[in-house]
């Protein structure tokens, strides 16, 4: 008689959607898998790798919290982990409070794998006082249900012991250990020449108040292969329609608006997943800009890269893990990016990574997760099962009217017609129901007009515009 074989833990987590989850340009944009930020799936997707085991499974949840769902959690999985970005600040509030409605009622354990908070360059945290109380309530909750919380630096460490929390643990983030315990960048030459491929990247809110825009600016005057790689959904929305419902979009200033030289130049990128990224940035020789994620990208190709920080939550990261880095406040205008590549070192980076990473695992197993590198086959079936994907391309800018770039974007308008048709359907005979009567929902355009079915009338607002913006004749 043999015994049985352990039953497979399953974990939930906290992400947009799971590595091995694909979709078209049109679906990935509509469904926001990345949660408004790209950045958000290179971390996702490494926590994904790491906790997969052959005796653990991963599952993601979706980005979306739903306190309801908590008793389905305790029945249908064993943990419940948690790697979050710069979580702790005012504009994440409300998503922060319902989270925590959901691990109140969580009986299995919540591991939060990174956590930050955001504060200015002088780690000065008074803008967040008044959340404190809803930072102060989640921790508790997480440490009821773990031995101790992981945060990304010394800064959102400083932050929670200050308010009495001791069991806190930095770890960084969950994206630098994809590799696991090795991790090789070097430079592939001497300086970087106007031939060199250069990839930069930036909020708009580096490009807007802290100057990127000049330091962008006179790059592309110099290097004819530099190019922009975005992060937002907003910024996705440009490239891929050439428009966006969010106001911040009309900032003229970044490469991803569609009057932008680099934009008209083709010199633009934004990837839905990170695979996709990190294999189109082995080609370049260095990258740079505000965006931390957008930089470790780059890093987990091998590709040399300095981080121009704005807030806490890039400096505390580029401390921890040694990334080449600077403060945009006191960074030159006219700073040539072949400086920067001249001054970054990667020493610290490559030499302590070895013990970075057995902190990370070592946060892991007292929290009761295993991770592939200790517990199983270092990666080896994730990779090879990403790699048979048939992953969707970059999204570009739209400058081509041609048949192959509108074939895609009418059939997305096409099926999305056909579901908010169905859905309308559904509406109207719920509304009729309650009425009990028929129900004339047609809305007359003016005198004379036909009348358009609700469902025709979004589905244009949606995607007709910028369709007809992009095929009217220029004058």
Not at 14 to 27: I, N, T, W, Y
Not at 41 to 49: E, M, R, V
Not at 159 to 173: A, P
Not at 261 to 272: F, N, S
Request: glycine share 6%.
């Amino acid at each position: 008689m043999t015994d049985e074989p352990a039953r497979q833990r399953r974990i939930l987590l906290r992400s947009g959607k799971s590595p091995f989850d694909v979709a078209s340009l049109e679906q990935s944009l509509h469904r926001d898998v990345f949660a408004t930020n790209a950045g958000n799936l290179i971390f996702s997707d490494a926590a994904h790798k790491l906790l997969t085991t052959s005796r653990a499974e991963v599952f993601s949840n979706g980005i979306r919290t739903d306190p309801s769902a908590a008793a389905r959690i305790n029945e249908e999985f064993d943990a419940f982990v948690v790697p979050l970005a710069n979580a702790f600040r005012p504009t994440f509030e409300r998503p922060l409070k319902r989270m925590t409605q959901l691990i109140k009622k969580l009986r299995i354990p919540v591991v939060v794998l990174g956590v930050g908070a955001q504060a200015d360059l002088k780690y000065n945290a008074d803008r967040l006082k008044p959340m404190e109380p809803t930072v102060r309530e989640f921790v508790t909750e997480v440490l009821n249900r773990s031995a101790s919380i992981g945060v990304r630096g010394e800064f959102t460490e400083q932050y929670l012991n200050k308010m009495g929390f001791k069991d806190v643990e930095v770890i960084g983030c969950p994206s630098m250990f994809l590799h696991g315990e090795t991790f090789t960048v070097e430079k592939r030459s001497e300086s970087l020449t106007a031939e060199s491929r250069i990839s930069v990247n930036g909020s708009h809110s580096a490009v807007r108040s802290h100057g990127l825009d000049a330091i962008i600016r006179q790059a592309h005057e110099r290097y004819p292969h530099l190019r922009f790689v975005g992060q937002n959904l907003l910024e996705a929305q440009l490239l891929h329609w050439r428009e966006t419902a969010n106001p911040i979009g009309a900032q003229t200033s970044m490469p991803t608006h569609p009057s932008h030289p680099m934009y008209r130049e083709g010199k633009v990128r934004l990837y839905v997943d990170p695979a996709t990224w990190i294999e189109e940035l082995r080609a370049f020789d260095f990258s740079f800009g505000s965006r931390i994620h957008g930089n470790i990208a780059a890093l987990l190709a091998g590709v040399p890269s300095t981080v121009l920080c704005s807030d806490s939550r890039t400096l505390e990261l580029c401390r921890y893990f040694g990334i080449p880095h600077r403060k945009i406040s006191e960074t030159p205008k006219n700073i040539d990016p072949a400086e920067l590549y001249e001054a970054a070192d990667f020493s610290e980076l490559v030499n302590g990574h070895k013990e970075r990473f057995l902190r990370f695992t070592g946060f892991m197993e007292k929290n009761g997760l295993e991770n592939t590198f200790h517990h199983g086959d270092r990666g080896k079936a994730f990779d090879a099962q990403v790699s048979k994907l048939a992953l969707p391309p970059a999204v570009r800018p739209w400058t081509d009217a041609g048949p192959d770039a509108l074939s895609s974007r009418f059939s997305f308008m096409q099926s999305r017609l056909e579901e908010l048709s169905a859905q309308n359907a559904l509406l109207l005979g719920q509304l009729e129901k309650k009425a009990g009567r028929p129900v004339d929902i047609s809305l007359q355009a003016g005198a004379g007009s036909a009348a358009w079915p609700a469902a025709y009338r979004r589905a244009r607002r949606v995607v007709g515009r910028p369709v007809r913006r992009l095929l009217r004749p220029e004058q």
